[in-house]
């Protein structure tokens, strides 16, 4: 009964391959977030959709690829690894993006390791 | 760049003391403040919010006062628990930012038995 899920939990990959992280949320949200966190514990976010539409793009790379296939998934791709992606991805949802809709569930995080 | 921050990297507090955890932001335009707690190896948690129509928000155990005037942020923890051991996070956003909440860098909160 897991709120927020990512898989995988964690991914070890070299340069230059493509991986994906999944993420999924059971609490009927229609706002969902990917944040990085880097080795320091600084939290950023990365993309946030509502209602499947990109809302928050911050500045991030082009080989990052959020996908929303419905309300409950925003998975992650990212192409051309770089050793500078290694970080912790974590994924969030919320009911609103306002006031006391706004509370962030995270999810459990993926360390991603870039050899 | 960022435009949250806190003074304190690391706070250890005797078991049972009061913890006080601080802020500071520079975005004036910031109306609405989150405290989340990071376990190891697990992800955020929401632990209060306070909105910038007021100035001081209870929950269990928990107070976050807020200081317009100075733009500063704290999180009192009271009779500390070693399950109080954390990261803990001040989070800024401002009205119309859509959702985009802008983290500061954390204090880590390391409670002695």
């Known amino acids: 009964d897991t709120a927020v899920s990512q898989t995988p939990k964690y991914l070890v990959t070299q340069m230059g391959n493509d991986k994906s992280i999944k993420c999924e949320q059971n609490l009927g949200h229609d706002t969902m977030y990917w944040y990085k966190q880097d080795s320091k514990k600084f939290l950023k976010i990365m993309f946030s959709?509502?209602?499947?539409?990109?809302?928050i793009n911050e500045t991030v790379p082009n080989r990052f690829s959020p996908k929303s296939p419905d309300k409950a998934h925003l998975n992650l791709h990212i192409n051309s690894l770089e050793l500078g992606d290694s970080a912790v991805y974590f994924c969030?949802?919320?009911?609103?993006?306002?006031?006391?809709?706004?509370?962030?569930?995270f999810g459990p995080g993926t360390r991603l390791t870039v050899t | 760049g960022e435009s949250v921050g806190l003074h304190l990297p690391t706070l250890s507090v005797q078991e049972g003391d009061n913890s006080i955890i601080n802020c500071a932001y520079s975005n004036s335009a910031s109306d609405y403040f989150i405290w989340y707690k990071q376990e190891s190896g697990k992800g955020p948690q929401f632990i209060i919010d306070i909105r910038s129509n007021m100035d001081k928000r209870q929950g269990q155990r928990v107070t976050v006062l807020l200081n317009k005037t100075v733009k500063h942020l704290s999180l009192q923890i009271a009779a500390t628990q070693p399950g109080d051991s954390a990261v803990y996070f001040c989070?800024?956003?401002?009205?119309?930012?859509?959702?985009?909440?802008?983290f500061g860098k954390g204090t880590k909160l390391s409670v002695k038995p």
């Open positions: 969030a949802s919320s009911q609103g993006i306002r006031d006391s809709a706004y509370e962030q569930y």
């Open positions: 989070a800024e956003m401002g009205w119309g930012s859509q959702g985009n909440l802008i």
């Open positions: 959709y509502n209602n499947k539409e990109l809302i």
